[in-house]
């Protein structure tokens, strides 16, 4: 299962295939990414304001790292509603009403998903990310098969939901259990990005991830 994603490819088709990447994550397109963080942070905020209290891995931490990828990769902002119900991290999403594939749910539903994108972008170019998406070539000039990029596309999605989720979770906990550290942080924001390399040096998602392979081998 998924052998033909991007992580067990070998040479020759993994480094042009990784290559592709590099391409789609321009200086401006970034930018452009940090500005709807940026915004989305405060539309969140506002949702859990009004709801008073949360769990805050499925209200904010998933949702936040599911529609900035998103939005990174060029989805629509009016598909970004049917993605936040993909992957939310709620039990019952993705036609798994007991909540346990949820992840093999994600690849089932993002693929057809890039796939029809792709091809229509290739067909009809208009002036926005996933035609950008869809035109990226390998390093010879060669365009990629619709799938190779598809691909690509769903596993850069999948797997960033799991390790920046676990960071923003981690980083709250520690805000939560030291409060001190959260008011210093709060008159020193100059402060948050050591904080963050904290976080990661601490309790890394990868690490996180490793713990739980290792304990699913063990079962």
Request: proline residues 8%; glycine residues 6%; hydrophobic residues 40%.
């Amino acid at each position: 299962p998924r052998g033909a994603q991007l992580m067990p490819l070998d040479p020759p088709r993994h480094p042009p295939s990784r290559a592709l990447a590099a391409k789609l994550f321009t200086p401006n397109r970034l930018k452009q990414n940090e500005e709807f963080m940026a915004t989305f942070a405060d539309e969140l905020i506002e949702e859990l304001l009004e709801r008073g209290e949360v769990e805050f891995g499925d209200a904010y931490a998933k949702p936040f790292t599911l529609l900035v990828i998103a939005d990174l990769l060029g989805v629509p902002p009016e598909d970004h509603e049917t993605f936040r119900g993909w992957l939310g991290g709620q039990r019952g999403t993705a036609g798994d009403p007991e909540g346990r594939h949820v992840g093999d749910q994600v690849f089932a539903n993002l693929e057809p998903y890039f796939t029809r994108y792709i091809e229509q972008r290739r067909a009809a170019p208009s002036a926005d990310v996933m035609s950008h998406l869809a035109s990226v070539r390998f390093a010879d000039g060669e365009l990629p098969d619709v799938m190779d990029v598809v691909r690509l596309a769903a596993v850069l999605f999948a797997a960033g939901q799991e390790t920046t989720a676990r960071l923003l979770m981690s980083g709250m906990r520690v805000l939560c259990e030291q409060p001190d550290v959260a008011e210093e942080l709060r008159s020193d924001p100059a402060a948050i990005p050591n904080f963050v390399e904290e976080c990661l040096r601490l309790e890394s998602p990868i690490k996180g991830s490793f713990r739980l392979a290792l304990c699913d081998t063990e079962l």
